[in-house]
Nanobody, 124 residues
Framework: QVQLVESGGGLVQAGGSLRLSCAASGRTFSSYAMAWFRQAPGKTREFVARISRFTIITDYADSVKGRFTISRDNAKNTVYLQMNSLKPEDTAVYYC?????????????????WGQGTQVTVSS
């Protein structure tokens, strides 16, 4: 069992930056692929980024490529999402997810555990 707790969300102006963190419980964090998804008001949840167990693979949605960076620190049981050049369309609740599959995927079904989410609001 893995528990995930996101933090770092908030209100930022367009062009600004935020760094989200997701802290995981348990001793086997390094065995999970991790991902970030987001859900904007009135929309379905969508893939943002994923990272494999030992950072061999990182993958980004086209909408965030070049602006967001996913990383992990297995010693701290934490995954991060550095978000730069934020746009109003990045406004959403951001969720952290863990997959027992080694590299994860872009689909929600691949993920076994989810956090409660953290709100990111980008003003224009």
């Amino acid at each position: 069992q893995v528990q995930l707790v996101e933090s770092g969300g908030g209100l930022v102006q367009a062009g600004g930056s935020l760094r989200l963190s997701c802290a995981a419980s348990g001793r086997t964090f390094s065995s999970y692929a991790m991902a970030w998804f987001r859900q904007a008001p009135g929309k379905t949840r969508e893939f943002v980024a994923r990272i494999s167990r030992f950072t061999i693979i990182t993958d980004y949605a086209d909408s965030v490529k070049g602006r967001f960076t996913i990383s992990r620190d297995n010693a701290k049981n934490t995954v991060y999402l550095q978000m730069n050049s934020l746009k109003p369309e990045d406004t959403a609740v951001y969720y952290c997810a863990a997959s027992q599959g080694g590299s994860g995927s872009r689909t929600e079904k691949s993920y076994d555990y989810w956090g409660q989410g953290t709100q990111v609001t980008v003003s224009s």
